[in-house]
């Protein structure tokens, strides 16, 4: 887990999705993905079965390990803010600062994608090229389009620039 540390950006507003994609298929390798969708497990009652320790002694330590990973990755800022929060409430958090971040520049995107309309006299390549980056960033930031539906999508824009041009 420690390479996922070292080898990716830090945390910020806009990569928040793409991140969070990221640390699931690591935690999601590590079986450590559920820290992230289970709150911090409360204090078990006496007379608790051995399992039951095990599996809370086992939630507390991928809570803790999963948590110190997700400090690592993130702002110094971000850092002091969320260093006593567990895995689950730290995740919580950072998708609540960030999720209208997302959605703006989600809508941006979407925008200019659909927006986008080929110049008369353009070539078509350079064109068909930023509408795919358009999409890419669509896909990154968590509204991915079937590719089909892609594909309509920038063939409609080519029909429309064409019928104007008629």
Known sequence: MCDYCHREEK?????????YENLRIVLKQEE??????????KDLEVGATVAEHRAYEKHCNDSLNVGCLM????????????EDLDAYNM???LRAMFENQV??????TSRASFGSKLAEGSQVSPHVI??????????ILGFELDP?????????????ASSRSS
């Open 91 to 93: 995740i919580e958090g």
């Open 103 to 108: 959605r703006v520049e989600r809508y941006n």
């Open 11 to 19: 945390l910020s507003g806009t990569n928040f999705t793409n991140r």
């Open 148 to 160: 089909e539906l892609a594909i309509d999508v920038i063939l409609h824009l080519f029909l429309l």
């Open 130 to 139: 930023k509408m795919i980056g358009h999409m890419d960033a669509l896909d």
């Open 32 to 41: 450590k993905e559920y820290v992230l969708e289970q709150p911090y497990p």
């Open 71 to 82: 400090l690592a990755t993130i702002s110094p800022e971000l850092q002091k803010q969320y």
